[in-house]
């Protein structure tokens, strides 16, 4: 089937099961329980599902975000373009009080070079990147002998950080891996302070997302959170890492020239979200936040990090206008900067708006990949886990939802966890996403408009549920029992490894 036969045949199969009563007990109103969605609220769904399978701009938006603007590394001019482009947007799908709220990042990075070749055993070109946030080599690059570092052991690593003067240091990962690899993370900062102290040249690996993943990729990323490292910090292409590695194992010496630029400022950089909202009709007090992260990495046009879920907010804000209704409550959509450097975009928005946070009832963030969403992660909340199951159902015409409590640090959904509320993560089914996140091939050709489609139009229904519910879905929790979910998540040993506990203060 075409495109748009397709879409329309979804819009139909979503509009007639979301249209069916729910089967009541004997004696029990199909509407009269707060846990199931009264009628008025069925047909609006219905109009929304309609306008987001077929009426919506968003593969033209994200091909613009892609292709015309390009990479948006959070504070550059790149960044400031895509802010203009999202007010814009907002403020042409007629959303209230679209605009900036402005913050500020602690320095402005941009990547200049990098290169390497290997010198001995023998002589061939290296691909390298610099991650984010990192410093630079000696103008003109430096000769060094290289040597491992296992990732797996930097306890003991680190122990004897002398023999590291004048070495590239490669990150190897032997032997068992750290069960936390969030934590090994957060100790891979201490490592790099270490490093640079002892004299290092520099460091070829990372951790977590930044590792390469191999078809000759680099992957690039922030080693911290708002953390600018002196050391230089590579991703290098996997076959090229494993070929220096093969040779260290077999006990020969490896020796490369590499030379890394990058420019950082002296002092903070001004940076903003987008903002607009949906007013709710009978709580307009009460917010619902819907969005994305527009910030992206700068060795692509970040089209799946994250434009898919940036412009898939913008496509579900164009759906419900569409549509012709307004839920009860006020949805806001929220395009975030700042979400690659540690989620600073998103905490700057708790902070902002930390005297309306009792009236905010969740965030709902679109942020894994260009895949189909598959499932509703609700942070921490198994409160909420029958009612989201009961609406998750309803969707089957985009295939099952899973819905769990599962708690995500990894995106914008965070610092709305630790101020207590529901930070629902849609979940994706994205394989490939680990070869185009944060690297070069992270482009427009990606993503397919009828899965961007698709999401958009599930964000839309997500956000117009919750926001036209009879009754609100949740209120934030009471620090107490935030912090005892996330020690039961064990959430907290990384938190404080961060410095994002005690959390209610979001690290300050």
């Known amino acids: 089937m075409t495109r748009g036969i397709l879409a329309f045949a979804c819009a139909v199969a979503l509009i007639f099961v979301i249209a069916q009563p729910a089967v009541s007990a004997p004696g029990q109103s199909a509407t009269g329980s ?17 306008a987001g399978m077929m009426e919506t701009d968003t593969y033209e938006n994200l091909r613009e975000l892609s292709d015309d603007i390009g990479a948006r590394v959070t504070g550059s001019p790149d960044a400031a373009k895509a802010i203009a482009w999202g007010i814009e947007k907002m403020k042409s799908i007629a959303l209230e009080n679209a605009h900036a709220e402005t913050w ?28 984010g946030w990192v410093g630079s080599t000696p103008a003109g690059g430096a000769e060094a002998d290289v040597l491992p570092v296992n990732s797996y052991q930097l306890d003991d690593e680190m122990k004897n950080p002398a023999s590291w003067k004048g070495k590239v240091l490669l990150i190897v990962h032997k032997g068992e891996a750290p069960k936390d690899q969030m934590a090994s993370f957060a100790k891979f900062g201490a490592f790099l302070k270490a490093a640079h102290d ?120 164009q759906a419900i206008m569409k549509s012709g209704h307004k839920p009860r409550r006020t949805i806001r959509f929220v395009l975030f900067t700042g979400e690659e450097e540690g989620l600073l975009g998103s905490i700057a928005y708790v902070k902002a708006h930390q005297s309306e946070m009792a009236n905010h009832i969740a965030a709902v963030i679109l942020d894994n990949g260009q895949g189909p969403i598959v499932g509703f992660q609700l942070g921490g909340r198994a409160d909420l886990i029958p009612d989201v199951q009961k609406f998750a159902t309803s969707l089957q015409a985009f295939g099952e939802m899973k819905v769990d409590d599962d708690v995500e640090f990894g995106t914008d959904t965070g610092p709305f966890i630790l101020a207590g509320l529901p930070g629902i993560n849609l979940d994706q089914d994205s394989p490939e996403y680990k070869y185009t996140h944060h690297s070069p091939v992270d482009t427009f050709d990606k993503v397919q408009a009828d899965i961007l489609d698709r999401d958009a139009t599930v964000m839309a229904l997500t956000a117009y549920w919750i926001a036209d519910r009879p ?19 064990q959430q907290d040993a990384v938190l404080k490894l961060f410095g994002l506990w005690p959390f209610g203060d979001l690290g300050k």
Do not use: C
């Open 198 to 317: 002892a004299g290092a040249i520099a460091v070829i690996g990372g951790q977590g997302g930044s590792v390469a993943q191999g078809m000759h990729l680099t992957h690039t990323g922030a080693l911290g959170f708002d953390t600018y490292y002196d050391i230089p910090v590579v991703s290098m292409a996997a076959e090229d890492q494993q070929q220096l590695e093969r040779y260290l194992d077999h006990g020969k010496m490896v020796r490369l020239k590499i030379d890394v630029q990058n420019r950082v400022t002296d002092g903070a950089v001004e940076t903003a979200n987008v903002v607009g909202d949906i007013r709710g009709t009978e709580h307009p007090e009460q917010i619902v936040v819907v969005g994305g992260h527009l910030d992206s990495w700068d060795l692509a046009s970040g089209a799946t990090d994250n434009g898919f879920g940036a412009t898939a907010a913008l496509g579900a804000a």
């Open 471 to 489: 009754e609100r879905l949740a209120s934030p929790w009471p620090r107490e029992k935030t912090a005892q979910m996330l020690v039961d998540k």
């Open 34 to 50: 707060s846990n199931q969605v009264d009628d008025g609220t069925l047909k609006s769904l219905a109009d929304v599902a309609g």
């Open 104 to 131: 500020q990042i602690s320095r402005g990075w941009t990547r200049i070079s990098a290169s390497a070749e290997m010198i001995s055993p023998i002589h061939r070109r290296l691909m390298i990147d610099a991650m």
